[in-house]
């Protein structure tokens, strides 16, 4: 059902507490975050691609209300900046496909043209190169309207579902996201429909023509040729084998449709299957895309706002997510195993057990399923982080649960060895999904598209191991190097998951330490000595999301409560806890937290994709801080 949330803002206290005051208060905090069954989820943030690609949805299948338009459109509208443009994170630069499908979405809910706030964006939008420049994703919406042509797009064949695993560009060479987005999307661009729209969109056009073919030894040349290929190949008047690859796709998307009639519990996969599964015929009364459909309203948040209810789609859940990181905080500030709040959780979180094989296997067939996936429902994808996470927090409760607890660990340890990249590291979702080929293709023009080991998972994954007395494992040993070898010069980590690189040290040196390499290592020295050089003037930290693109942003931006918590969590492991850095780390914390025990963040501190996507965790605001003031308390072990 689709989640209400009642407007709330903590102001701050007036005086500083003390660090066992603010512990306490945070701690309070999540005990009473904690769902009746025992999980935390807070609300994932994105940005209103989201919004306007519901309301493109909806209008494509003839569903959308006036309700969902008008209160979709409010939202957009409050999240519009003065310049009129919309960006991918707050604060960050405009972004011209965010511009133009918000542009879109708000003429799709009533908006005249000559409004100022649309005719501010238009503007933006051909002094930035127009639809013309947009992303393939926001030239597919178009197209589906008849605002851009199928011609004019990359050709993606679902003949595609017919190459083995070991041949090239077969679709488990692309990261689990990417696949179960691009599968529906093979049928949505053969079968190429086109429905109307009650305006068009000639204004954002600027008239630019087609880059020319480039020189066809690169890269580019090759597949622009192999595109311009393909799409004479879909003309061709009679195609049995088309006809076969597109029942074999549908047959594809079907098997992977989760219980919550989700697709991976994301929502590029999800709206892409529905389309997909619609336009071969499958009618809305079918009972997947009944669910799927249904399913949706079950990521909608609605507000009420001064303006007045507004609604918002979440592209994700993480409740899994949360309720490890939850744990593992509570657990860090002392909170008893036998606590009743920490047992509901354990109980719930062994429920989310995944013991059937998902896309995973087809890379690893001889492995044992196990683990825990991000979201509710998505047994087909369990992820590394999310299971290293649960293992670090379940492993640490005791009876009267032991045998149950030891049993899924055990199970869930095993798979993450199996996990394991041939370099030694760990991706999120697959074994060895490395492939750059796949990076070449003219339509990944947008957002990772393999899923190669980083720092940030292979940290959490070592963690686990050193915690379960693996150090001296093959495995562990293999992380660590991976690790070291993976040093940026500065001393830092890259962070794949979350902004950016006080992520991955945040996540790296603790992993380090506990895994034997003792805190005076010089690796660890540099990685000490990088944080104490981006502490901000205020004893916080922060790192602005640009820093993906601009290396000049690495380790800078403003304070927050979850970057601030991670670099404490590093320097503590080093063996910091006396210092002046932490000790004004542990005071901004102290000093910014709410009198209902939260703290605000405005910023989005986690990472879809690097340098195209970008999430706000709700609740990383809280659990981050509460296990670094938890183990600053301890002594910084």
């Given amino acids: 059902m689709t989640q209400t949330v009642p407007e709330t803002t903590g102001s701050p206290v007036p005086a500083r507490r003390?660090?066992?005051?603010?512990?306490?208060?945070?701690?309070?905090?999540?005990?009473?975050?904690?769902?009746?069954?025992?999980?935390?989820?807070?609300?994932?943030?994105?940005?209103?691609t989201m919004d306007a690609e519901d309301l493109l949805l909806r209008h494509f299948l003839g569903i959308l209300t006036p309700q969902v338009a008008e209160e979709s459109a409010r939202w957009i509208r409050s999240q519009q900046r003065a310049d009129g443009t919309w960006a991918t994170f707050p604060g960050g630069p405009a972004d011209l496909s965010t511009t133009v499908e918000a542009w879109v979405a708000l003429r799709l809910a009533g908006d005249p043209p000559d409004a100022p706030w649309l005719t501010s964006a238009a503007g933006f939008v051909r002094g930035h190169g127009g639809l013309e420049g947009t992303r393939v994703f926001t030239r597919i919406w178009l197209a589906l309207f008849g605002q851009w042509s199928w011609d004019e797009l990359p050709n993606l064949p679902p003949e595609l579902v017919f190459l083995p695993s070991w041949f090239p560009l077969n679709v488990y060479d692309f990261a689990c996201w990417a696949r179960q987005t691009i599968v529906p999307l093979t049928v949505v661009g053969t079968l190429r429909p086109v429905r109307a729209l009650p305006f068009d969109v000639a204004e954002l056009r600027i008239g630019k023509t087609p880059a020319k073919t480039r020189a066809p030894w690169t890269w580019d040349g090759l597949f622009q040729n192999l595109d311009t290929a393909l799409h004479a190949y879909a003309k061709l008047p009679f195609n049995p084998v088309r006809k076969v690859a597109l029942k074999q796709a549908a047959e594809?998307?079907?098997?992977?449709?989760?219980?919550?009639?989700?697709?991976?519990?994301?929502?590029?996969?999800?709206?892409?299957?529905?389309?997909?599964?619609?336009?071969?015929?499958?009618?809305?009364?079918?009972?997947?895309?009944?669910?799927?459909?249904?399913?949706?309203?079950?990521?909608?948040?609605?507000?009420?706002?001064e303006q007045g209810w507004v609604r918002r789609l979440e592209a994700c859940q993480s409740p899994v997510w949360d309720t490890a990181l939850a744990m593992n905080a509570l657990l860090d500030a002392g909170v008893s195993a036998g606590d009743e709040t920490l047992v509901q959780a354990a109980e719930w979180m062994l429920g989310e057990e995944i013991r059937v094989p998902g896309d995973w296997a087809v890379r690893r067939p001889a492995l044992d399923p196990g683990g825990f996936a991000f979201e509710f429902a998505n047994d087909n994808y369990p992820d590394t982080d999310d299971t290293a996470e649960v293992v670090l927090a379940v492993r640490r409760m005791g009876k009267p649960d032991h045998l149950r607890i030891r049993a899924a660990v055990d199970r869930s340890v095993r798979w993450l060895e199996g996990m394991q990249s041939g370099d030694g590291g760990w991706g999120a979702f697959d074994a060895d999904n490395t492939r750059v080929l796949a990076t070449k293709l003219p339509f990944c023009d947008f957002g990772a598209v393999i899923d190669p080991p980083s720092a940030d998972v292979t940290a959490h994954v070592v963690e686990m191991l050193a915690a379960e007395g693996k150090t001296d494992s093959r495995q562990c040993r293999r992380g660590v190097r991976w690790m070291l070898d993976n040093q940026e010069p500065d001393g830092s980590w890259f962070g794949r998951w979350g902004a950016n690189y006080v992520y991955g040290t945040g996540a790296v040196v603790p992993a380090l330490v506990a895994a034997g390499v003792p805190g005076r290592d010089p690796r660890i020295r540099r990685a000490v000595q990088w944080l104490a050089e981006h502490q901000n003037a205020d004893g916080g930290w922060g790192e602005d999301l640009r820093s993906y693109d601009d290396p000049a942003w690495a380790g800078r931006g403003d304070s927050t409560p979850s970057q601030t918590a991670w670099a404490l969590l590093a320097l503590l492991a080093a063996?910091?806890?006396?210092?002046?850095?932490?000790?004004?780390?542990?005071?901004?914390?102290?000093?910014?937290?709410?009198?209902?025990?939260?703290?605000?963040?405005?910023?989005?501190?986690?990472?879809?994709?690097?340098?195209?996507?970008?999430?706000?965790?709700h609740l990383y605001r809280v659990v981050f801080p509460v296990s670094a003031l938890g183990r600053y308390l301890r002594g910084g072990s």
């Fill in 575 to 617: 063996g910091e806890r006396e210092s002046e850095v932490v000790t004004r780390g542990v005071a901004w914390l102290c000093d910014r937290q709410r009198d209902d025990g939260g703290w605000d963040e405005d910023k989005h501190t986690g990472t879809g994709f690097p340098g195209d996507f970008y999430l706000a965790y």
């Fill in 18 to 48: 003390t660090p066992e005051q603010t512990l306490a208060a945070g701690v309070g905090f999540l005990r009473r975050e904690q769902h009746p069954a025992g999980w935390w989820k807070g609300e994932l943030a994105t940005n209103v």
């Fill in 252 to 305: 594809w998307i079907l098997a992977r449709q989760e219980a919550d009639g989700s697709w991976g519990g994301i929502q590029p996969p999800w709206v892409y299957s529905i389309l997909a599964l619609h336009l071969l015929g499958y009618p809305l009364t079918h009972p997947a895309l009944k669910a799927g459909l249904a399913g949706l309203e079950g990521f909608t948040i609605r507000e009420e706002t």
